[in-house]
């Protein structure tokens, strides 16, 4: 489901805890994105594309993906010559993001479990940020998120032309 103009998209970042068996709250705001703009409470979570920090070290957070949305990823993905991807970086992604990903359903407080393959890939530990991308919503340990803050510093394409067409 594409979402058009005038839809409510995930927005902002939101504090929470993980705790030690794995269990999160999503927050209520995008749990009522899910259901009022995707129109289900289902979703993927799933590993997020690599963060490279620094020039070197490689760091992954998880994403959520809508139903759909996601059941959309997967139909792009079936065939990456459209995309321009060659045959082993398709594989690469499909691996990367496609096979680790679960179909979730918060509970009636807005739990959910977070699989423990995918926390220890994200490093999540206690304190995890969930932050709105529109269409998805990453999750990054706050130590992740301190590093992916700083390296969006020194890749903010300041005095751009295209900043300067969106207003900014």
Not at 29 to 50: I, N
Request: aromatic share 8%; hydrophobic share 40%; proline share 4%.
């Amino acid at each position: 489901m594409a979402t058009g103009a005038g839809e409510i998209m995930f927005r902002g970042k939101f504090d929470t805890t993980i705790d030690a068996k794995g269990r999160t709250s999503i927050p209520a705001k995008f749990r009522e994105v899910l259901l009022d703009t995707f129109g289900d409470e289902r979703f993927f979570l799933t590993k997020s594309s690599p963060v490279r920090l620094d020039g070197e070290q490689v760091c992954y957070g998880l994403v959520i993906y809508p139903y759909h949305e996601f059941l959309a990823l997967e139909e792009k993905l079936k065939d990456g010559t459209a995309l321009g991807l060659t045959v082993n970086q398709l594989a690469a992604v499909r691996r990367t993001i496609l096979v680790p990903a679960v179909e979730c359903v918060a509970d009636k407080l807005g739990r959910v479990l977070v699989p423990n393959d995918l926390r220890k890939t994200a490093q999540l530990e206690r304190e995890i940020h969930f932050v709105g991308m529109q269409n998805k919503v990453d999750i990054y340990s706050q130590a992740v998120w301190a590093r992916v803050c700083e390296q969006d510093e020194q890749n903010f394409p300041v005095d751009s032309a295209a900043l300067a067409g969106l207003g900014l």
